[in-house]
């Protein structure tokens, strides 16, 4: 029988030595992935979306075509101690919110003034605004502020072992306690606070469902256009940069989309859209509504 030769190509030690580091980091990088993937899947199973603000003129008197649309309009507050109000409307998973500064001083106040609010109320729409309303805007280094808040909360409030307040946050975050919370209550506020050109990112402790109110905050949710649930929050921003690692936390979870456009604007879709429909508010409000 014939000998057979089977020659084996054994890699010098040099090749060996630099092999090992790139699996090693191959293996670090997919590890990190998984960690980040799960991360975002936790997210998506602990926060939902619970209201969304809109900047508007004082008084906000847009709401009454939305009225005149079919929508019924709910309960409205004023904030003592932060110098807004609102007019709201209530659907089942989550709540459209229209929001204008009454009281300057309140809103300038060391404890308001953290949360920018008063330059988003300012720079809403340099357009129709002169330049002193424009001056802290401009201070802050933009020509338009993103007039936009989004706000969630934890999906589930039943558990004793996660009992109100302690729970962890969406995003990194500083506390807020505003003078018309107890004061044992905060808000968490998105560190990106700052970044006047994304939408304020806020979470509280005590929301819950519309739907889920006790009897004493019950809203009416029943609406003459028949919708029932915000299933589509998507932001148009004019402003091409890279988002903060706390919006880009809400988009990893599909709380809220981001896509660029011309000007400033949020689209509301309601049950899925399945009708293929849409009423756009603009110029007088920057959004849309689609179902």
């Known amino acids: 029988m014939d000998a057979v030769l089977i020659l084996f190509a054994i890699p010098r030690r040099q090749e060996v030595s630099q092999l090992l580091p790139q699996r090693t980091q191959e293996r ?37 075509r939305l009225v005149e649309f079919g929508l019924v309009e709910g309960g409205s507050r004023t904030h003592t101690g932060q110098g807004t109000t609102n007019r709201c409307f209530f659907f089942h998973n989550a709540m459209l919110e229209l929001l204008w500064v009454h009281d300057p001083a309140e809103a300038q106040s060391d404890l308001i003034r953290p949360t920018r609010l008063w330059e988003r109320w300012q720079g809403r729409n340099p357009s129709a605004a002169g330049p002193s309303e424009l001056r802290s805007a401009l201070i802050a280094g933009v020509d338009r502020c993103c007039p936009f808040g989004i706000c969630v909360r934890p999906v589930d409030r039943s558990s004793d072992a996660n009992p109100a307040g302690s ?94 456009g011309t000007e400033y604007c949020i689209e509301l879709g309601f049950d899925g859209e399945s009708q293929d429909q849409h009423l756009d508010f603009r110029p007088e409000l920057p959004l849309k509504l689609c179902w």
């Open 28 to 64: 670090e990088l997919e590890l990190n992935a998984l960690t980040a993937l799960i991360a975002t899947w936790v997210r998506m199973m602990t926060f939902e979306f619970d209201h969304l603000f809109i900047c508007t003129d004082i008084g906000a008197a847009i709401a009454d």
């Open 167 to 260: 729970e962890a946050s969406a995003f990194s975050s500083w506390a807020y306690k505003p003078p018309y919370l107890p004061e044992s209550v905060s808000i968490a506020i998105a560190t990106n606070s700052d970044r006047l050109t994304e939408p304020m990112l806020f979470q509280i402790p005590l929301g819950q469902r519309p739907d889920r109110a006790p009897a004493e905050k019950v809203q009416p949710l029943e609406h003459r256009t028949g919708w029932q649930e915000i299933t589509r929050v998507e932001v148009v921003s004019p402003v091409v940069t890279k988002p903060s690692p706390e919006l880009q936390t809400l988009l990893d979870a599909q709380l809220v989309r981001l896509r660029v």
